[in-house]
């Protein structure tokens, strides 16, 4: 029997937690056996995407190469995990209107928690102006409007995250 794909897209703030929650699912996933993907926007980025820049422009069109992958992956059977900033309801929009078989998670922790898990440095070199077009400092972040799952990141553990996306999988009928 084929199992039907989806798209679970995870959006959010740069250190939210998108990435940590998508490869917590995508274990408990390919331990049940599921056909899975990672599509993790800073690999992306390496890879697919790597002629773009940060303009509005170029963020859509990084949505949109990783919406058209998610897209191809999905209605092959696969459970897609997307874990990328984009900060745009419209693209997001866009995105899922295409693919269908589609979950927004938003993925949500306040900027100054996300700028306290700051590994990489980032938001203190948006600060200082060494990085232009950072999401959440001196470009938006469009929260949005009605995702299908929100995990509050600096309220709830990675397992109660963990567990509300795989209820969300569960009860739209793509887990046996």
């Known amino acids: 029997m084929k199992r039907r794909g989806v798209t ?3 959006t959010g ?6 990435t940590t929650i998508s490869k917590a699912v995508e274990q408990e996933l390919r331990e049940r056996k599921y056909l899975v993907e990672v599509l993790d926007g800073d690999i992306v980025r390496q890879n697919l995407t790597k002629g773009l ?5 170029d963020r859509d069109e990084n949505i949109r190469r990783i919406g058209f992958v998610a897209h191809l992956l999905t209605r ?3 459970i897609v995990l997307v874990s990328a900033i984009s900060p745009y309801q419209e693209i997001r929009q866009e995105v899922k209107s295409k693919i269908g078989d589609f ?3 938003f993925v949500n922790a306040p900027l100054e928690v996300c700028e306290q898990r700051d590994v990489k440095g ?5 600060r200082s102006g060494e990085i232009k077009h950072f999401t959440g ?5 469009e929260i949005p409007s009605d995702p299908d799952v929100e995990c509050c990141t600096d309220l709830e553990t990675e397992t109660e995250s963990v567990a509300k996306v795989w209820q969300k999988l569960q009860t739209s009928g793509y887990l046996d």
Do not use: C, M, T
């Open 8 to 10: 679970v897209w995870f």
């Open 13 to 18: 703030l740069s250190g939210a937690g998108k």
């Open 53 to 57: 820049g940060f303009s509005k422009e």
């Open 76 to 78: 092959n059977g696969v």
């Open 103 to 105: 979950i927004e998670v």
């Open 122 to 126: 980032l938001y203190k070199k948006a």
């Open 137 to 141: 400092i001196d470009d938006p972040y």
